[in-house]
Nanobody, 113 residues
Framework: QVQLVESGGGLVQAGGSLRLSCQAS????????MGWYRQTPGKQRELVAT???????NYADSVKGRFTISRGNAKNTVYLQMNSLKPEDTAVYYC???????WGQGTQVTVSS
């Protein structure tokens, strides 16, 4: 079955960096759109970035120029490099398979001011 396992979250000071990873299994990773989303308490989950099978990327305006999504098809892994982190980036970050209802368990990112 589809499994998505995120890792790499943690506590970082404003201006710092983190790299999230999402290990995927149970489907043909290389041909699928993958995405990162985030959610804070009381708010809807929001798109952060997506990457197509061909490597085309899309970003939320709030993270453009600071975050980079990439994928390693040989490792069935999608990454999110987050630089110049801000306190408002604090959230639980989730990996998603395409536009389907398959999500990882999430990884907490906390940015202190």
């Amino acid at each position: 079955q589809v499994q998505l396992v995120e890792s790499g979250g943690g506590l970082v000071q404003a201006g710092g960096s983190l790299r999230l990873s999402c290990q995927a299994s149970g489907f043909i990773f290389s041909i699928n759109l993958m995405g990162w989303y985030r959610q804070t308490p009381g708010k809807q989950r929001e798109l952060v970035a997506t990457i197509t099978s061909g490597g085309s990327t899309n970003y939320a305006d709030s993270v453009k120029g600071r975050f980079t999504i990439s994928r390693g098809n040989a490792k069935n892994t999608v990454y999110l490099q987050m630089n110049s982190l801000k306190p408002e980036d604090t959230a639980v970050y989730y990996c998603r398979l395409g536009t389907l209802d398959y999500w990882g368990q999430g990884t907490q990112v906390t940015v202190s001011s």
